[in-house]
């Protein structure tokens, strides 16, 4: 019969396990889709000529000012930085990696955003990338690129 530390370190190593399955998967899941996104735009994104647009027009419905479905908003910086009831969706500075675009770049069958309606364009897809990958500046951007 096992010693009640034995049974302990038992169970740790299941509940360890289990949980190293169910992150490996999400890693393995968001590496297999990085290789169906768009490239990210080149150019310097401006917040208020490229990228508020989008967001007025297809995410402010649920997650506008005053609205944050999930607990998700768009609506300030702070905002979407902090994420939503599941966590982080934008990893600022790696838009690969980031929960927002895997989610706006899923094919229509798939659980993506928005959940109603077209799917967003490719190019606005490589917006929303090159601004998360060029610092989620909310401000305008001169020609050199800063704030």
């Given at each position: 019969?096992a010693?009640?530390?034995?049974?302990?370190?038992i169970?740790l190593?299941?509940f360890?396990?289990?949980?190293?399955?169910?992150?490996g998967?999400?890693?393995?899941?968001?590496?297999k889709?990085?290789?169906t996104?768009?490239?990210?735009a080149?150019?310097?994104?401006?917040?208020?000529?490229?990228?508020?647009?989008?967001?007025?027009?297809?995410?402010?419905?649920?997650?506008?000012?005053?609205?944050?479905?999930?607990?998700?908003t768009?609506?300030?910086?702070e905002?979407?930085?902090?994420?939503?009831?599941?966590?982080?969706?934008?990893?600022?500075?790696?838009?690969?990696?980031?929960?927002?675009?895997?989610?706006?770049?899923?094919?229509?069958?798939d659980?993506?955003?928005?959940p109603?309606?077209?799917?967003?364009?490719e190019s606005?897809?490589a917006?929303?990338m090159?601004w998360?990958?060029?610092?989620l500046?909310w401000?305008?951007?001169?020609?050199s690129?800063?704030?």
């Open positions: 019969m010693q009640p530390k034995g049974r302990i370190a169970y190593v299941v360890v396990v289990l949980l190293g399955g169910k992150l998967y999400d890693e393995f899941d968001m590496r889709r990085m290789g996104l768009p490239e990210p080149t150019h310097a994104v401006d917040y208020a000529k490229d990228i508020q647009p989008i967001l007025e027009e297809t995410c402010y419905e649920c997650h506008g000012p005053g609205k944050s479905r999930g607990e998700l768009f609506d300030t910086r905002g979407l930085l902090q994420g939503s009831e599941n966590g982080m969706v934008v990893k600022v500075g790696n838009s690969k990696r980031s929960k927002l675009i895997h989610q706006i770049a899923s094919p229509q069958d659980l993506g955003m928005p109603r309606g077209t799917r967003l364009p606005d897809v917006l929303i090159a998360i990958d060029q610092g500046a401000g305008a951007v001169d020609e690129g800063s704030e």
